[in-house]
């Protein structure tokens, strides 16, 4: 038996392994600080007013047509905690309680620290 024997593992097998992992523990990474937590929410229903995005789908789909400012609080595992309307204009009530809603139960992207809680508050314009 030879003891100088080394197990030789692919240079390019182990570095893509490498990179894998370091991947995969960037994207499960939670946020910490409140001020990116706010700045991310922000961003992602800006981007659901867009045209391709969903919001703003479901209102052209419900014929919604309205200025709603809404106060939104959020927790962890992606969800809205809570949702209220702070003020509304041009919408009638039905339409007020299908997009809050639809808010309400639309999930973020992003995770949260554990039992950690953010408000900011939101204008969309219909």
Do not use: W
């Not at 593992?9 to 499960?28: G, I, R, T, Y």
């Not at 962890?76 to 003020?87: A, E, G, R, W, Y």
């Amino acid at each position: 038996m030879n003891d100088t024997s080394i197990i030789q593992f692919p240079a390019k097998k182990v570095l893509a392994f490498l990179l894998l992992m370091c991947s995969v523990s960037l994207f499960s990474q939670r946020i910490t600080k409140p001020e990116q937590i706010v700045k991310m929410a922000k961003s992602e229903l800006s981007a659901g007013m867009e045209k391709t995005g969903d919001i703003y789908a479901f209102a052209k789909e419900n014929n919604i047509t309205g200025n709603i400012e809404v106060e939104y609080v959020i927790g962890d595992n992606k969800k809205v905690i809570t949702l209220n309307l702070l003020s509304s204009e041009g919408m009638s009530i039905p339409h007020k309680n299908a997009i809050k809603t639809f808010l309400f139960y639309r999930k973020f992207s992003f995770k949260t620290m554990k039992k950690s809680r953010h408000q900011f508050t939101y204008t969309f314009q219909f």
